[in-house]
């Protein structure tokens, strides 16, 4: 398995400020809605006060205006009801991207960290297949590849110990492996990839929060199991 080191960043700076952010933009978008809101009230005053006794506002107007008007005052409170929600589930996602750090994940991709001469991908077949693989050196240069059958299944593990096609060892890094397959009847089958590694650090000023794993970053929605 994929082991990559790293620390855990201080976070706590990181999350204040994002909340931070967040109320002030609330609060400005509450201040303009508010001074609408006293604006119409101020103009509705006005009109009563200097409505003609002898021709009195008509009430089908009046009471569309006051529907207005709560119309108004429900805006505002929608708003600081959606700013609530939108930060308790900011909190919730920081909250959980930083249980993953030091676990080992395994999220959805094709490119994994070569380490002591060992990496690993994992695939999700469909169906029998005779699958083709190519693997990738970071200049984009074809180092391995091979054929072989497989099963259908989900989380297949695939290991490869550095050794290119040619023999050579290849050193370590970040290497992509690419997977076609075809069924008996030579049909296309859809892989899927996953690669697993050590959470090594959490970026909580990106929303979702950023998952560094291998030396790449991942969302935490991109997470498909954990493995203790």
Known sequence: ???????????????SSSA???????????TQIAGNFQSFL???TTQLQNQNPLSPLDTNQFTQQLVEFAGVQQQINTNDSLATLVSLQQT?????????????????????ALTNSQAEWEFNIPSASTINISIA?????TVYSNSF???????????????????????????????????SAGNTVAVTTSVAGIVSSVDLTQSPPLLSIGGQTFTVNQVESIID
Do not use: H, I, R
């Not at 909250?95 to 490119?111: D, I, R």
């Not at 050196?137 to 240069?141: E, W």
């Open 42 to 44: 101020e103009l509705l």
């Open 92 to 112: 919730a996602q920081s909250s959980q991207a930083l249980e993953f750090v030091g676990k080992t994940a395994v999220v959805k991709g094709n490119t994994a």
């Open 20 to 30: 931070s952010s967040a109320a002030s933009a609330n609060a400005l978008a509450n």
């Open 137 to 141: 050196n970071s200049t984009g240069a």
């Open 149 to 183: 059958a497989v099963a259908a299944g989900n989380n297949q593990a695939f290991g490869w110990n550095g050794l290119g096609t040619d023999g050579t060892q290849e050193p370590d890094g970040n290497y992509t492996l690419t997977a076609t397959a075809k069924d």
């Open 1 to 15: 398995m994929t082991v990559v080191s790293g620390t855990t960043p201080q976070t706590n700076s990181s999350s």
